[in-house]
């Protein structure tokens, strides 16, 4: 399994609640309507939680400020993923959840990379 991870940035004319309603019930949902046919396998949601901790963690490591949230997506392999993407199907449902990131999500403020994960 390999993972697409976007790590998010509020759209900047939003609140951290406003942002979170947004992804939580109206871009989750229609993510999740549309996963099967992209080839998508698990998709979850983590949400920054406001808290001193955080801050303080940042802070002794001279760290940029967080991320609003984190996005993971599962797929079963590479070419599962290139699959789901590349067909017209997924090339029309990845430009629909692309329009869609745009009402909540700074794009130049954000990051998105595959992954492998390794378990110690």
Known sequence: MIK??????RHPDMTREQFRDYWLNQHGPFFMS???AMGAKRYVQSHTLESPLNQGLRESRGM????DGVAEVWFESEEALMAGMSSPEGQKLGAALLEDEGNFVDHSKSS???VEELEL
Do not use: K, R, S
């Not at 697409?4 to 940035?9: R, Y």
């Not at 940029?64 to 991320?67: A, D, F, L």
């Open 64 to 67: 940029q400020p967080e991320y």
């Open 4 to 9: 697409f991870v976007m790590c998010l940035t």
């Open 34 to 36: 549309n996963a099967e």
């Open 112 to 114: 998105a990379f595959i």
